[in-house]
């Protein structure tokens, strides 16, 4: 059975300085699993990631005035299966965040809520491999007018963003490959002041948010029991400015990330409770911290179809 | 099923391709020519700030209308402004909003630009800019609020000195506009009776041309790109000849030399202090048995232009100082110290979205124009609003930008004087909101720019002085809301601002513009 619910929710992803983890693409929608028709997974994800060490444009560097960034995030999410083919998805997370030294105040509260249809319209069997396709839309829109201006404290970066993914799956035995791309349309942001400096002057409370891609690449081994998998994550922004020298972080930096990651999912007892752990590194970025992150969570399926018969 | 999702993927597209528009349409983009309402002929009798006779400045009478050499310029005038191409419609367009103006917004790009604290060297000391050597890190200037607020009042109070040489030249020589003395010349901008030697316009841009290389050398190139197109905006737009722009080009660089030489020997060149400096104002405030201010920041940054208190003003003398300087803050073993710390502490600890907006707004901080520079973009779009004439703009903007520049020295004055310590010295518990300035709290320098700015705003709008009043108190809050000052700072902080903005005003009642 195809399952459910890829946690990594809790971090990977949308990394800003800040280590946010959670982002405009919680991820459920970034890896090639479904769950079956009329099902329902539940999930809540605790994560954690920090760093010390960050990225003004190329030049890599510590900072004693706010020394590790920490973000903690909690998440629910929820997965439901439409039919066998076509899944929809919604998270939720809460973040907040701190600075080990310095006078910065960390910053807290729920962050973007995002919405996820996944579909997918085709699935072969060459010789001994099962090859599926996915095409994933999605959109994602802050919950509340979180400070944004407050970097790298903020809890995220104030964007709605409509997402579309292309993923294709190959599984042989119990081994697969995924290979996805991904496009954010991030909409600008409004921020509290008239105006503000990226590579000039710019007289508006009005901010260009760069577009986004995102790359990734995940294999492992998947089983009904077990998802184990390892992953390489890239984010490129298409378009934004590097952090001066001895700058504050801004909404609109290019933030480009390359992270690996290790995940796992394991079924226990039956198909119904699920438990979840990742860890995830940033190999190289720019305008985004070093982040060495972890999350778990538990999920938990309920099948609506035989619910109805148990009643 | 699928169908509906196919049809959902494509809705997605379209949204895409809708949303795909994300320009950004500046508030300072849709300003319309400078139309002014009143010439102000007699501008030529106005009080300058700091230069003023032009005793030792010989500017040729210029040529009559009817002479061969007039004629010549008006001829290369008329292929000049009869097609101008696309690219000089675009800064024509620029720059018939007014000269003045424009020059504060390219001032306030370069203030945000070079307003960076440097980063440490290898050791944990700190580099200093050096205007003898402006290219490399850390680049000149470190454009902070102080260094920010006497690069605004000097270009502004050159600008003015200068225009009014120039207005007092237009009057002497009453030379036409050239689409006076030639009714078939294309204008592309409104036209003026004002009389034409030499052009305000270049002016304005010799002036700070001049000044700004001094302030900003490292960005001699876009400087001087910035003046070329001043000045030959008025030839594109047929509003000037050769010789109005080039006598108003010489005019302005002169006044802009008189002004660069008194800011040579104004004490900016010493304002860091140095190590003994720095030392002696922490022993003498614990010999006064005070808790002196000390870095917060790591590695240890000396604190910022000890030295700036002492600068010459605009509108006073030193030895009124004594009299203008804050009274003393509470004792910061007090009893009162305690509460004002318990009222920073719960900020700290009860942070709102409304309060976090007003930090936001008000901050002003590194890589922005500083709160000097926000003041001046306030003022800016009322005095678009005014229509004023750019000899008016330019001597609202010196009074502006004087009496920030003098609350600042006082504001400087002031806490060098008490060198207090910030709250999160004090009691750690408290977090900020905004970054730590480095330097001693008492008085608050956002406050005393914002109540001088907020005064004499409304001393020259009357309508708005309410409004501008709130605008300053909530600047002032901000910094309590931020966790960066006690309410004594932002009080007295105020109270100082206004106290300096009395002798703009005063100065103002004067000046015989009014």
């Known amino acids: ?311 | 099923m699928e169908k509906l999702l196919i049809n959902a993927f494509y809705t997605v597209l379209l949204m895409l391709c809708l949303s795909c528009n994300k320009d950004i349409i500046e508030t300072n983009a849709t300003y319309q020519a400078l139309q002014p309402l009143a010439l102000d002929a007699n501008a030529g009798n106005w009080k300058p700030f700091i230069v003023g006779a032009a005793a030792d400045l010989t500017l040729p009478a210029p040529a009559d209308v009817s002479s061969a050499i007039y004629l010549a310029e008006l001829k290369d005038l008329k292929s000049i402004s009869t097609n101008p191409t696309a690219e000089q419609r675009t800064i024509i367009d620029y720059w018939k909003a007014g000269s003045v103006l424009r020059w504060n917004e390219i001032m306030r790009e370069l203030v945000a630009k070079h307003n960076l604290a440097p980063y440490q060297s290898a050791d944990g000391t700190y580099p200093v800019p050096n205007a003898a050597n402006p290219f490399d890190y850390p680049q000149f200037p470190f454009s902070s609020p102080p260094y920010a607020a006497r690069a605004y009042a000097y270009v502004s109070a050159a600008q003015y000195d200068a225009l009014i040489l120039a207005w007092k030249y237009k009057s002497e020589f009453s030379r036409p506009a050239p689409y006076i003395t030639d009714g078939t010349l294309t204008v592309s901008i409104p036209k003026s009776n004002l009389p034409s030697y030499p052009s305000e316009d270049a002016v304005i841009a010799g002036v700070s041309f001049e000044l700004l290389k001094l302030l900003f050398p490292a960005d001699i190139e876009f400087i001087t790109r910035m003046a070329n197109e001043d000045k030959s905006y008025r030839l594109w737009s047929g509003a000037n000849v050769q010789s109005d722009i080039a006598a108003g080009d010489s005019l302005g660089r002169w006044v802009a030399r008189k002004v660069i030489q008194r800011a040579r020997t104004d004490g900016m060149a010493t304002a860091n202090g140095n190590p003994s400096i720095w030392k002696q104002l922490e022993t003498d405030c614990r010999a006064r048995g005070e808790t002196p201010w000390l870095s917060q920041e790591s590695p240890v940054r000396p604190p910022m232009l000890c030295q700036y208190g002492n600068l010459k003003a605009l509108l006073f003398q030193p030895d009124q100082m004594a009299s203008l300087r804050a009274v003393p803050p509470p004792a910061s073993n007090g009893k009162v110290m305690r509460e004002q710390l318990d009222e920073v502490l719960y900020y700290s600890q009860n942070q709102t979205r409304e309060r976090m907006r007003i930090v936001n707004l008000w901050a002003d901080g590194s890589g922005t124009y500083t709160p000097p520079g926000h003041w001046n973009a306030i003022a800016s779009e009322e005095f678009v609003r005014g229509q004023y004439s750019e000899v008016r703009w330019a001597r609202n903007l010196a009074l502006l930008n004087a009496a920030m520049m003098d609350a600042g020295i006082v504001c400087w004055n002031t806490k060098y004087f008490y060198f207090n310590a910030r709250p999160s010295q004090l009691d750690p518990r408290i977090k900020t909101l905004t970054g730590l300035p480095n330097f001693p709290a008492y008085i608050s320098g956002h406050s005393s720019f914002s109540g001088a700015a907020a005064s004499v705003l409304g001393f020259l709008l009357p309508a708005k002085a309410e409004e501008f009043k709130e605008m300053a108190l909530e600047a002032s809050n901000s910094r309590l809301y931020g966790g960066i000052h006690y309410r004594a700072d932002c009080e007295q902080g105020l109270a100082t601002g206004e106290k300096v903005a009395k002798l703009a005003i005063e100065r103002a009642k004067a000046d015989g513009a009014d």
């Not at chain 1, 982002?23 to 099902?39: C, H, I, R, V, Y």
Request: a positive charge.
């Open chain 1, 1 to 311: 059975m195809k399952k459910f619910i890829n946690i990594r929710l809790a971090g990977v992803i949308w990394i800003i300085l800040a280590t946010i983890p959670v982002s405009a693409f919680s991820q459920t929608e970034q890896d090639a699993l479904l769950m079956p028709g009329k099902n329902l997974c539940i999930a809540g994800v605790g994560g954690y990631g920090s760093w010390t060490n960050y990225w003004e444009g190329s030049f890599k560097r510590d900072n004693q005035n706010i020394g590790r960034v920490s973000t903690r995030s909690a998440t629910l999410m929820l997965s439901y299966g439409l039919t066998r083919n076509v899944n929809i998805m919604a998270s939720l997370p809460y973040v907040s965040t701190r600075a080990s030294q310095g006078t910065l105040s960390g910053l807290n509260g729920f962050q973007d809520a995002g919405f996820f249809v996944k579909w997918r319209p085709l699935m072969l069997k060459v010789g001994k491999q099962n090859i599926s396709f996915f095409g994933v839309g999605g959109y994602s829109k802050p919950t509340n007018k979180y400070n944004i201006d407050f970097l790298p404290m903020s809890v995220g970066l104030g964007s709605s963003v409509l997402s579309g993914r292309l993923i294709a799956d190959v599984q042989r035995n119990k081994f697969f490959t995924t290979l996805s791309a991904g496009y954010l349309h991030r909409s600008n942001v409004n921020i509290d002041r008239p105006a503000y400096y990226t590579t000039r002057q710019i007289n508006s409370n009005e901010v260009n948010m760069p577009d986004a891609g995102s790359f990734q690449l995940r294999s492992g081994f998947r089983s009904p029991k077990l998802v184990a998998e390892a992953a390489l994550l890239t984010i490129t922004t298409f378009g934004g400015f590097d952090i001066r020298k001895n700058d504050m972080p801004f909404v609109s930096n290019k933030m480009n990330s390359t992270n690996a990651a290790i995940e796992a999912k394991y079924y226990p007892f039956n198909q119904q409770l699920g438990l979840n752990a990742s860890a995830w590194h940033t190999i190289n970025g720019r305008n985004v911290g070093q982040v060495t992150g972890f999350g778990a969570g538990i999920l938990y399926t309920v099948n609506l179809k035989s619910k109805k018969t148990l009643n």
